[in-house]
């Protein structure tokens, strides 16, 4: 089953603690789709914590995914921090959508 999972317009140091609660509380067996379509505001933190989520889900056979891979204001944050020199090419795939070939 995959269940859906709203960011709202800020996740941030501020804020993550809340949406990170939202987060944990999503059953181990869903596969889960992160509705980022509304997020404008963003941070590292909320960087971290979806990819600590990504990892652990992908231990288990179950899938974390993007609402809208290549999301301005994430690909922004991602490119000013330089996250993703030097990334695999799933990491790039999973917060770009950019398929090399």
């Known amino acids: 089953m995959q269940v859906q999972l709203a960011t709202g317009t800020c996740v941030t140091t501020r804020t ?11 059953q181990v067996e869903d596969d889960v789709l992160i509705d980022v379509s509304e ?22 056979g179950r899938a974390l995914a993007l609402s809208a891979r290549g999301h301005e204001p994430i690909t922004l944050l991602l490119s000013r921090c330089g996250y993703l020199e ?3 090419q799933s990491d790039i795939e999973f917060w770009t959508g950019e398929v090399s070939e």
């Open 86 to 88: 030097g990334a695999d």
């Open 16 to 26: 993550v603690a809340e949406f990170a609660g939202r987060l944990a509380a999503l």
């Open 39 to 60: 997020l404008d505001e963003v941070d590292l933190t909320f960087i971290q914590l979806i990819d600590a989520h990504r990892n652990d889900r992908a231990g288990t």
